[in-house]
């Protein structure tokens, strides 16, 4: 009887310390895997997924694998906000998404409270200015990239009136905002504001009131879905107004969606497998062959979420899932130390990115780069 | 002016799927006293039925008549056999759970087993668009009001003009005395599910390309044929052909002149009017019930 309990200690012992030695990094993707959403969330956790599996097949981070489960949110921030404290519930090291602003904006202040980092998609400008030391952006917020496109409208499109056209979600509601601050710095007359409704399927009416409006361009700010949708309804009215958007108008899966109707928009875009960039080429090439379909910045944002938790972790030495949102603030990740990373980003104090981006135009079911906007410092 | 105008067009070309569905549920109802809650996944199937058929690698025009075909076996005799027959037995109610169950099932079931993102769909209307009182007015509006129009008037010609049509008719309107003048009732019943199947195939044909294939695309469409049935008469066919034009037209006039927001509520409120002062719909008739 001695022996057996002595021999059972022992493989207890053993297991714990088999334990300690191969303790993974356990992270948490809270996403839109369905609903209006789904085109978001699924391309952000394939992104997920292929890092993950790069950086566990080079030995993982600091030899410790990475071990991602991923939470649906419906595109719902109701459930999101369930999702994240179910999350938080079993400790992860981060928390990633999700990536719809409002979803981001319930779930936020719960992991803020429980000192988890988290690195979301989310672009309302609002996000970064909540005072929260523990969010990340992977992309440009809207005070970063609207001032951007409201110079391009005026400037290069020569657009003295514009309508802006926005869905009614805080993704929509921020760029909106923003957007028609910067209009009214530079002159630009909003001749019609038109909201939409997250989900849409009719844009019979938006259209018409754009064509209406005799406005010199259009800004389009709507998630995916919607945006190929609207897209195929400039098309079918035969409308021949310039359309300008911010990233989601000329996603790839708006561009396979909406088919021809995407030939001609154009966007200012942070992140495009298009860029000529060799990292970025590499990477679609991968995702490609992994997952049969090109990725849109959906994808690239979440490839980009794991390489930053490598990097600060690698930063710090060792795992310290407190330590992550410090090592974080400030730090400059250079494509040339960590190639995952894509492009050079800098991050500020407040979770915000400095990084280069593009001016694109779709030709052909393609986005073809106008201008590459140089990182700012 | 330009601006009303198309308006109205792409009005009455939703209507016209709207009026297709609506059918539908009237037929269904006068037949077979089946309120089918699922209808509205009934016209999001086919169209993932189709591309599945694509994805196998067929051209698609194939696809097409394949779905379709699909669609008339699983939406209609698979339907009428496996979950009408077992349930009217208990009652219109249990049956009505029932098609709510089935609504559930089949966004799950195509979510799960094709994908929860959208596809793209091709169009049999053209593309482009023709100027009409000077007003530009798009190709595929007219080709999808132009099928809608085709679909309604051919059953009505059916319905009226053969003898197939004047049984199913007969059926509808007195099983028991159709069975004395020996009117093959369970066959026109199940021939009304076979049509319907036909309506919302033809439907999904006609809306998924603007619309995309979603596998919540049918909760929308389903809704707005269920009101549109009401509002024009439930026991009626023409009363669920000018709901759904009604209701098509109404809902693009208010997007445009109410608000974006508020456009669903405004055939809401309709259909609160005529419950609350015509409850047989605009067309249809009042029935009365021994109880």
Do not use: C
Not at chain 1, 30 to 49: H, I, M, Q, R
Not at chain 1, 239 to 252: D, K, N, S, Y
Not at chain 1, 296 to 325: F, Q, S
Not at chain 2, 176 to 185: D, E, H, K, L, Y
């Amino acid at each position: 009887m001695k022996y057996v309990l002595t021999a059972g200690l022992a493989l207890l012992a053993a297991a714990y310390a088999g334990r300690a030695f191969a303790q993974d990094i356990e992270l948490v993707d809270v996403a839109e895997l369905s609903g209006g959403g789904a085109t978001v969330g699924t391309n952000f956790k394939n992104g997920v997924d292929l890092a993950v599996e790069e950086i566990n097949a080079a030995g993982g981070v600091l030899g410790h694998k990475i071990v991602v489960a991923h939470f649906d949110t419906q595109s719902n921030p109701g459930v999101a906000r369930a999702q994240v404290q179910k999350a938080l519930d079993s400790n992860p090291y981060v928390l990633l998404g999700p990536g719809y602003s409002g979803s981001v904006k319930v779930t936020a202040p719960l992991a803020a409270e429980a000192g988890v980092t988290q690195i979301m998609g989310g672009e309302a400008a609002e996000l970064t200015r909540m005072g929260d030391k523990f969010l990340f952006r992977t992309s440009f917020g809207q005070q970063s990239s609207m001032p951007k496109v409201a110079k391009y409208m005026a400037e290069d499109m020569k657009a003295k009136t514009v309508a802006v056209v926005w869905v009614n979600n805080d993704f929509g509601k921020g760029g909106r905002d923003t957007i028609e601050k910067e209009f009214d710095k530079l002159g630009v007359k909003v001749v019609a504001d038109i909201s939409t409704e997250a989900g849409q399927a009719d844009f019979a009416a938006d259209v018409a009131k754009v064509k209406a409006s005799e406005a010199d361009a259009a800004f389009v700010y709507l998630n995916e879905e919607e945006s190929a949708r609207i897209l195929k309804e400039f098309k079918r009215q035969a409308a021949t107004i310039p359309l300008m958007g911010e990233t989601t108008l000329v996603g790839q899966k708006v561009i396979e969606l909406a088919g021809d109707a995407a030939n001609g928009a154009r966007a200012h875009v942070g992140l495009t497998t298009d860029a000529p960039v060799e990292s970025i080429r590499a990477f679609r090439e991968r995702f490609v062959k992994k997952y049969n379909y090109v990725p849109d910045h959906n994808g690239i944002k979440g490839y980009l979420a794991i390489y930053m938790i490598k990097a600060a972790t690698e930063k710090m030495g060792k795992l310290d899932p407190k330590g992550v949102a410090d090592a974080l603030h400030g730090l400059t990740i250079k494509a040339a130390d960590q190639p995952g990373i894509l492009m050079d980003v800098t991050f500020d104090e407040n979770g915000d990115i400095d990084r280069q981006g593009f001016l694109v135009e779709v030709e052909n079911g393609r986005q073809i780069i106008k201008q590459i906007l140089p990182k700012l410092h | 002016m330009s601006s009303l105008f198309d308006l109205v067009i792409s009005g009455l070309a939703t209507g016209a799927i709207y009026a297709l569905v609506a059918i539908g549920f009237t037929l269904l109802w006068q037949t077979s006293q089946t309120i089918n809650f699922a209808q509205g996944e009934f016209v999001m199937l086919p169209a993932f039925l189709m591309l599945a058929v694509v994805r196998a690698g067929a051209p698609f025009w194939l696809a097409i008549i394949v779905g379709a075909l699909l669609s008339i076996a699983i939406l209609g005799i698979a339907f009428k056999k496996l979950l009408v027959d077992p349930m009217l037995r208990h009652g219109v109610l249990p049956l009505a759970i029932a098609t709510m169950a089935l609504s559930v099932a089949m966004k799950e079931s195509v979510k799960q087993f094709f994908s929860a993102e959208a596809q793209p769909f091709p169009s049999i209307a053209p593309s482009g668009s023709v100027s009409i009182l000077g007003s530009p007015v798009s190709l595929q509006s007219l080709g999808v009001f132009a099928f809608g129009l085709a679909a309604v008037i051919g059953l009505n010609l059916f319905l009226e003009r053969t003898s197939s049509g004047r049984q199913m008719q007969a059926a509808a309107q007195n099983p028991t005395v159709a069975r004395i003048v020996g009117v093959p009732v369970e066959r026109m019943i199940m021939l009304t599910f076979v049509i319907n199947a036909a309506l919302v195939a033809l439907a999904s044909l006609l809306v998924t390309p603007i619309y995309l294939a979603k596998f919540s695309s049918g909760e929308t469409l389903g809704q707005a044929a269920f009101i549109a049935a009401i509002v024009g008469g439930f026991n009626q066919v023409r009363g669920a052909i000018i709901g759904g034009l009604a209701i098509g037209v109404l809902d693009n006039l208010a997007a445009a002149y109410v608000s974006t927001q508020y456009r669903a509520a405004v055939p809401l409120a309709l259909l609160i009017v005529i419950i609350l002062f015509r409850p047989e719909g605009l067309v249809g008739r009042s029935e009365e019930r021994t109880v």
